[in-house]
């Protein structure tokens, strides 16, 4: 990965990485918790043929931590501003969970930025989540609250990766999931909470790929649904994966957003 560079947004620092060629600009946005290092198969991949861009959300890696407001679309805003900062248009967006979402306020509110869509395993409102998810919702809240961020980091770990292979990677999570400051976290996790762009989907005319693993929290079957909603979307399932697919299947899922991008050039 190349060295992690600065912007100065709104009286803070935004972190990122900036790599690749001179082609088509893809960018990278994050799960809550997570960072830019978590894109690195996305990177290698991708950097190939794209120049490829990946932001620390605000409170996350090496990114100003005390950066209120913590809003879906205050963060949506932060990412407008660096992408114009840095001359960028018509960029490729893809985001996982908490990253999914913010992509989805990019798109409604700033479509010109936008030439594509890639959400990751993320509903367009979270009152949509089935009611088990909803409750491991407020058992990671609980916990957070109880115990901190590794008592949390160490349950959660095992639900994402829960194979033997995935050793070193349960204990690379717990280590860097770790690393967040407690109050941002907990903060982010209830701007999730309250977020909904259900309302809004019939803006987002771009095209939009939906990617969810079979494995998810979230059913297939309510993905395929609210994809059906927007105007113009596919949607992709990637199998044997879980809520962290850019992790648990990078080759598969560098391959489904390729084969998409290949298509969009086509047209």
Request: glycine share 6%.
């Amino acid at each position: 990965m190349s060295a992690p560079l600065s912007l100065p947004i709104d009286g803070n620092d935004l972190s990122y990485i900036d790599q690749g060629t001179s082609g088509p600009p893809l960018l990278f946005l994050h799960g809550l918790g997570s960072s830019k290092r978590d894109w690195k198969h996305q990177l290698a991949f991708f950097s190939k043929h794209y120049r490829c861009l990946a932001f620390d959300l605000p409170g996350h890696g090496d990114s100003t931590k005390a950066w209120p407001p913590y809003k879906i679309a205050s963060f949506a805003h932060v990412v407008a501003t660096a992408l114009q900062q840095l001359q960028l248009s018509q960029v490729h967006v893809i985001g996982v969970s908490m990253g999914g979402m913010i992509g989805y306020e990019l798109a409604a509110e700033h479509p010109g930025l936008l030439t594509s869509l890639t959400v990751i395993n993320v509903l367009p409102e979270f009152p949509s989540l089935p009611l088990p998810s909803q409750l491991s919702f407020l058992r990671r809240l609980g916990l957070l609250y109880v115990f901190g961020m590794k008592a949390m980091a160490e349950d959660l770990a095992p639900q994402l990766f829960p194979y033997d292979s995935q050793e070193k990677v349960r204990e690379q999570f717990v280590l860097r999931w770790s690393e967040n400051d407690l109050t941002v976290y907990r903060k982010c996790l209830m701007a999730i909470a309250r977020w909904s762009i259900l309302k809004r989907l019939s803006k987002i005319t771009l095209p939009v790929h939906v990617i969810a693993g079979d494995r998810d929290y979230v059913p297939q079957a309510l993905h395929k649904k609210y994809a059906k909603l927007l105007p113009n979307a596919t949607f992709s399932l990637i199998k044997d994966s879980g809520h962290a697919t850019p992790i648990d299947q990078p080759e598969k899922m560098n391959m489904v957003i390729e084969r998409t991008f290949q298509r969009l050039i086509e047209i």
